[in-house]
């Protein structure tokens, strides 16, 4: 029996967990024993709780209860509550996803107690080291034992680093975020009730959440500067992060987009299969918005998510005003290269349980 850890810390990486959790426990559970820690990092009842509900997998064995913080401080407490766990029970392996703290924290607690570390969603690169995120997944994949690509380009950025020639292993899976889209999209129908609450005419969905546009006050403004003029033409509907709603309330930031409260994934599986296209900031619904085959204009300048800018599915609007207005329109009259499977064929998880055993 192969007894892993799974540390989650942001509501992304819970659905992500969920999917990798259903396949143990469906195909698995007599190899594979897994327990999960919750650092805490993103927790409330509102924007955590009904992850797990929703997802149906148990709640976390362990949960740090970290909060938010300055990212050393944070980091540096979920270093050490994580290593407290690792020393008191015996694990296997480590799994991680993505590039948030609680990502390198797992990594960096496994690593100096020479824990076999699996890093899910590894290999991803904005190329802009301004974002805590691009740091984070760059230091856990260097430190990690087994490194799971979604795609042709997250093997060959690590390629390009020289991984080759370090003690890891290289897979190319696919995205686990594609095995859950295909899984919970029909639970959604049968149990999200938020296309009632929608009045029914075409709207555009909006998410906004990452620090380098919601930290920048003249960035931020000017981002709902040109959400006001898109929003003339055609609805937006906005569910507000906690953190966002706060910055706009202190700054005085006034929008004229319909902003309604945090929705759980169901419920924003549903928003993303209805709406005509998606504005974000966000590298999970960028890919979201392409598994339900809707375009997405994407405010950053750079993204993880290459494939999406070169088959068409997704164009960089920035921050600056004139150029989100200016790509939406282009977005509208953008054609897409059809191309099925960007992410793999829905069997990430099963692909990744089956290396891990191996």
Not at 39 to 65: A, C, R, W
Not at 184 to 202: C, L, V
Not at 220 to 245: G, M, Q
Request: glycine residues 6%; proline residues 3%; negative net charge.
């Amino acid at each position: 029996m192969i007894k892993i850890l799974t540390i989650i810390g942001a509501r992304p990486q819970i659905i992500k967990a969920a999917a990798l959790s259903r396949t143990i426990k469906n195909g698995f559970s007599d190899k594979i024993e897994e327990k999960i820690l919750h650092t805490g990092q993103h927790y409330d009842e509102n924007m955590s709780e009904v992850f797990f509900k929703e997802m149906g997998i148990p709640t976390p064995h362990f949960n740090l209860n970290i909060g938010s913080g300055k990212h050393g401080e944070q980091t540096a407490k979920m270093i050490a509550g994580i290593e407290e766990i690792l020393v008191n029970e015996s694990f296997d392996a480590v799994v991680v996803f993505g590039d948030t703290n609680s990502t390198l924290a797992g990594a960096v607690a496994a690593s100096k107690i020479h824990i076999p570390i699996v890093h899910i969603e590894a290999g991803l690169r904005s190329f802009n080291m301004a974002m805590p995120e691009e740091i984070n997944r760059i230091l856990t994949d260097r430190i990690s034992d087994m490194l799971f690509c979604p795609t042709e380009h997250a093997v060959e950025n690590l390629k390009a680093e020289g991984f080759e020639n370090f003690n890891c292993k290289i897979y190319q899976t696919g995205d686990i975020m594609y095995d859950a889209a295909l899984f919970y999209a029909k639970k959604a129908e049968q149990m999200s009730e938020i296309m009632q609450k929608i009045p029914q005419e075409k709207y555009i969905l909006c998410t906004i959440h990452r620090a380098e546009n919601t930290d920048n006050t003249e960035r931020l403004k000017s981002i709902f500067e040109a959400l006001d003029v898109i929003n003339e033409e055609t609805k937006i509907i906005l569910p507000l992060h906690p953190r966002t709603k706060s910055i706009l309330e202190k700054e005085k930031i006034k929008t004229t987009v319909t902003i309604i409260d945090p929705v759980g994934y169901l419920e924003m599986t549903q928003l993303t299969k209805n709406c005509e296209l998606v504005i974000t900031d966000s590298g999970g619904l960028q890919k979201e918005s392409y598994f339900f085959g809707k375009k997405c204009l994407v405010l950053r300048d750079t993204t993880e998510w290459i494939e999406l800018i070169e088959n068409g599915y997704a164009l960089l609007g920035g921050f600056e005003k004139g150029k989100i207005v200016k790509t939406f329109y282009r977005l509208q009259t953008q054609k897409v290269k059809l191309i099925a499977n960007l992410y793999g064929n829905g069997s990430t998880a099963s692909q990744i349980i089956n290396f891990i055993q191996k």
